[in-house]
């Protein structure tokens, strides 16, 4: 700890008296400073014990009280008046207006030598360094140690938060609380789910401090709080949480620092590491897809512990294009891996570029912890959509692929988050015919239909759409448009002449009927 006043104080070599603020000892003393003139602010930053003998200062209260008031002002710690020399004793003005302002005053005696308490606060501050360094050294060393050891991750957290005298936490990237110690911090490490969620939204590293009953903390605890990212490369891996009853040190603060880059450091890993890691979790990924199941499964075993048991989804996500789209995919496959992870749930990644922008393709347990944390990130990002294959055996995958790419496609199409294989399987072919292609094709084919309707007689568009829906019955769609039979003939010949095409070919009534309810849509 920095050297206080009451240390000072305590020194029996200085012979010091305290005659004025003796309720704020505790100020901490960053330097001795000695000076006589009248109006010494200007040369100070505050935290200074000053010293005067006062030879300027005289005898008038009003001079004496304005200079013990800009003293105050400037945020001097205390002030030590040497009496022997300009002043016998120190003024009871001097005193009194130390005591109005809460300003320590300290009676120094002729024979203790100014320099002398400047030496003491020296030393004292030497020493306050030497073992911030010594410290923190061993704390690096300690928590090195933890690092490399089993579990290294909930280990540094379980020694920082000795360290520091508080508790400590660690989220993963996706928020989600990993680590924490002692036990009983795991509530108030779960207040900070908003706070953790706000820096998770900014590049890393980055931090934020909280005291108390700060927002963003539901707490009764009057904590000091600091909330640090965890990553090398501006994207979060991770977040650390600390608590304390007092805010930290200087000395606490390169001991969290150390703790910080080893725990950035072992989320990181190498990069190389984590793109080899990447390319053969994708390589596998495909081979299950294309039907190699049983070579994937004998090359996952010693690899990644084998592959995703039971019934399983394969899972499509896509974007636009961009490095925005492809950092929400990249965020995306992070929260199901990290999911994953949690439960000790096997699943298979795969980053890659398509014709249509960059894809991200899961394969993952059919209702796990992966499958459940990919549908809540595409809830979470804007212009994030994915395709979900129905549940599936491995042996199977490549038909599940197949599943999920057209139901990204139907996702895409109608601005959907999300979209299950059982969802396009058991709707209606008509939502897909608003798509402008489909819609241009119904205009062009049609259009003929439609001038003829505007500027002649007879309702051609309404006496197709009657014939079509009545499967060709003209007596049933006569009656739908209360018109008789042969009206309804001529003007399916008349459709033929405008269309040039045949009314008994099937095809064509199709396109028709499909046209028809495109220009529904």
Same mark, same amino acid.
């Not at 690899?303 to 996500?317: H, S």
């Given at each position: 700890?920095?050297?206080?006043?009451?240390?000072? %104080?305590r020194n029996t070599a200085l012979h010091?008296?305290?005659?004025?603020?003796?309720?704020?000892?505790?100020?901490?003393?960053?330097?001795?400073?000695?000076?006589?003139?009248?109006?010494?602010?200007?040369?100070?930053?505050?935290?200074?014990?000053?010293?005067?003998?006062?030879?300027?200062?005289?005898?008038?209260?009003?001079?004496?009280?304005?200079?013990?008031?800009?003293?105050?002002?400037?945020?001097?710690?205390?002030?030590?008046?040497?009496?022997?020399?300009?002043?016998?004793?120190?003024?009871?003005?001097?005193?009194?207006?130390?005591?109005?302002?809460?300003?320590?005053?300290?009676?120094?005696?002729?024979?203790?030598?100014?320099?002398?308490?400047?030496?003491?606060?020296?030393?004292?501050?030497?020493?306050?360094?030497?073992?911030?360094?010594?410290?923190?050294?061993?704390?690096?060393?300690?928590?090195?140690?933890?690092?490399?050891?089993?579990?290294?991750?909930?280990?540094?957290?379980?020694?920082?938060?000795?360290?520091?005298?508080?508790?400590?936490?660690?989220?993963?990237?996706?928020?989600?609380?990993?680590? %924490?110690?002692?036990?009983?911090?795991?509530?108030?490490?779960?207040?900070?789910?908003?706070?953790?969620?706000?820096?998770?939204?900014?590049?890393?590293?980055?931090?934020?401090?909280?005291?108390?009953?700060?927002?963003?903390?539901?707490?009764?605890?009057?904590?000091?709080?600091?909330?640090?990212?965890?990553?090398?490369?501006?994207?979060?891996?991770?977040?650390?949480?600390?608590?304390?009853?007092?805010?930290?040190?200087?000395?606490?603060?390169?001991?969290?620092?150390?703790?910080?880059?080893?725990?950035?450091?072992?989320?990181?890993?190498?990069?190389?590491?984590?793109?080899?890691?990447?390319?053969?979790?994708?390589?596998?990924?495909?081979?299950?897809l294309s039907g190699e199941v049983a070579?994937?499964?004998?090359?996952?075993?010693?690899?990644?512990?084998?592959?995703?048991?039971?019934?399983?989804?394969?899972?499509?996500?896509?974007?636009?294009?961009?490095?925005?789209?492809?950092?929400?995919?990249?965020?995306?496959?992070?929260?199901?891996?990290?999911?994953?992870?949690?439960?000790?749930?096997?699943?298979?990644?795969?980053?890659?570029?398509?014709?249509?922008?960059?894809?991200?393709?899961?394969?993952?347990?059919?209702?796990?912890?992966?499958?459940?944390?990919?549908?809540?990130?595409?809830?979470?990002?804007?212009?994030?959509? +994915?395709?979900?294959?129905?549940?599936?055996?491995?042996?199977?995958?490549?038909?599940?692929?197949?599943?999920?790419?057209?139901?990204?496609?139907?996702?895409?199409?109608?601005?959907?988050?999300?979209?299950?294989?059982?969802?396009?399987?058991?709707?209606?072919?008509?939502?897909?015919?608003?798509?402008?292609?489909?819609?241009?094709?119904?205009?062009?084919?049609?259009?003929?239909?439609?001038?003829?309707?505007?500027?002649?007689?007879?309702?051609?568009?309404?006496?197709?759409?009657?014939?079509?829906?009545?499967?060709?019955?003209?007596?049933?769609?006569?009656?739908?448009?209360?018109?008789?039979?042969?009206? +309804?003939?001529?003007?399916?010949?008349?459709?033929?002449?405008?269309?040039?095409?045949?009314?008994?070919?099937?095809?064509?009534?199709?396109?028709?009927?499909?046209?028809?309810?495109?220009?529904?849509?």
């Amino acid at each position: 700890m920095p050297p206080t006043l009451a240390s000072v %104080v305590r020194n029996t070599a200085l012979h010091l008296t305290v005659l004025a603020g003796a309720d704020h000892l505790e100020r901490q003393v960053r330097w001795v400073h000695t000076s006589e003139l009248d109006d010494p602010t200007p040369f100070l930053e505050g935290g200074e014990l000053l010293l005067t003998t006062g030879i300027k200062l005289g005898k008038a209260a009003s001079r004496l009280q304005a200079y013990v008031h800009r003293l105050a002002d400037a945020g001097v710690v205390g002030l030590g008046l040497g009496v022997g020399l300009s002043h016998t004793e120190v003024p009871h003005a001097l005193v009194e207006a130390a005591a109005q302002r809460g300003l320590p005053l300290l009676r120094v005696p002729e024979a203790t030598p100014f320099i002398a308490i400047s030496k003491a606060v020296s030393a004292a501050l030497a020493a306050e360094q030497y073992e911030a360094v010594t410290t923190s050294f061993e704390a690096q060393e300690e928590l090195t140690r933890a690092a490399l050891g089993k579990d290294g991750t909930t280990a540094v957290v379980r020694r920082l938060a000795a360290r520091l005298g508080g508790w400590a936490a660690l989220y993963d990237g996706s928020g989600a609380l990993s680590a %924490v110690a002692p036990d009983w911090a795991a509530r108030r490490a779960g207040r900070l789910a908003a706070e953790v969620d706000r820096l998770r939204r900014r590049p890393a590293p980055s931090s934020a401090a909280l005291q108390g009953r700060s927002p963003g903390i539901d707490t009764a605890d009057e904590d000091f709080v600091v909330v640090q990212s965890l990553g090398a490369d501006r994207r979060p891996r991770g977040f650390l949480a600390v608590g304390t009853e007092d805010r930290i040190t200087p000395t606490e603060r390169y001991v969290l620092n150390a703790a910080v880059a080893l725990l950035t450091l072992t989320l990181e890993r190498s990069r190389e590491l984590r793109q080899a890691e990447e390319r053969m979790g994708a390589a596998l990924l495909h081979m299950v897809l294309s039907g190699e199941v049983a070579t994937a499964r004998q090359v996952s075993a010693g690899l990644f512990g084998g592959l995703p048991e039971g019934e399983a989804r394969v899972m499509v996500a896509g974007a636009g294009n961009g490095p925005e789209a492809a950092e929400a995919l990249s965020e995306l496959g992070d929260r199901a891996e990290q999911a994953g992870g949690r439960v000790g749930e096997r699943l298979l990644v795969s980053r890659e570029d398509g014709p249509h922008g960059p894809r991200l393709l899961v394969l993952a347990q059919d209702n796990g912890a992966a499958h459940r944390a990919c549908l809540g990130a595409v809830e979470e990002h804007e212009g994030l959509a +994915l395709g979900v294959s129905a549940p599936t055996s491995l042996d199977d995958a490549g038909t599940a692929y197949a599943q999920a790419e057209r139901a990204l496609a139907v996702a895409l199409r109608g601005g959907r988050r999300s979209v299950d294989h059982e969802e396009v399987g058991a709707g209606s072919l008509l939502p897909l015919l608003g798509e402008e292609a489909v819609t241009a094709f119904a205009e062009g084919l049609l259009r003929p239909l439609r001038e003829h309707d505007r500027t002649a007689r007879g309702d051609l568009v309404a006496s197709l759409r009657a014939w079509l829906s009545r499967h060709g019955q003209w007596d049933a769609a006569a009656a739908d448009l209360g018109v008789h039979r042969h009206t +309804l003939r001529y003007r399916m010949r008349r459709v033929e002449e405008l269309l040039g095409r045949s009314l008994d070919d099937t095809d064509v009534r199709m396109e028709l009927w499909l046209a028809l309810r495109a220009g529904e849509e």
